[in-house]
């Protein structure tokens, strides 16, 4: 339905388009085409949609990606719907699903080159570096838990959170496991 609606509708189901469309509303002049008003609006629809058919939706986006095949998508059914629903307030469309979902299969962590140059020239670096390195060699189980321990233990020595305390490390530990 072009031009504006009388009830300010903006979301419409095919059946109402149906029933109300009319030749004599559509205007004569250039449509304006506005991207972001047209991922709004198909967000919108994302959000009507159940849980089961979304997830549905968003499974041949999943195979393409190689997160998991047909059969992966049949036999985790269900888990996959709690990853989508975790997500799916943040797609504009569909194919979103791909980038939104990277989290769930891809525990590598990219930092850029330039990146990790600047955090590991923050001053208080080689301090925190010192003290983690001090801490872990006395995990003998890593685990989530045990990590989650050790950082809280950090946080509670130095004062370092946040970006302050996550990044050096992570840095630190990539570039060593690169080197390995």
Request: proline share 2%; net charge negative; with cysteine.
């Amino acid at each position: 339905m072009a031009g504006h609606h009388p009830e300010d509708k903006e979301i419409f189901d095919m059946e109402y388009l149906i029933e109300n469309f009319s030749l004599d509303r559509v205007s004569k002049n250039p449509a304006i085409f506005d991207i972001d008003k047209l991922n709004y609006i198909n967000s919108q629809h994302i959000k009507l949609k159940s849980l089961d058919e979304l997830t549905q939706m968003c499974i041949p986006y999943l195979i393409e990606a190689g997160y998991v095949t047909q059969k992966d998508a049949e036999e985790k059914f269900e888990w996959l719907k709690k990853m989508v629903k975790s997500v799916y307030e943040g797609l504009d469309y569909l194919s979103q699903i791909k980038d939104k979902v990277d989290i769930f299969f891809n525990n590598e962590v990219k930092i850029e080159e330039d990146e990790a140059k600047e955090v590991l020239k923050w001053e208080h670096v080689k301090h925190l570096i010192s003290v983690f390195e001090d801490k872990i060699k006395n995990v003998e189980n890593l685990n989530s838990d045990s990590i989650k321990m050790l950082f809280k233990e950090i946080q509670k020595e130095t004062g370092y959170k946040g970006k302050n305390l996550f990044m050096p490390i992570r840095v630190c530990v990539d570039r060593q496991n690169s080197r390995t």
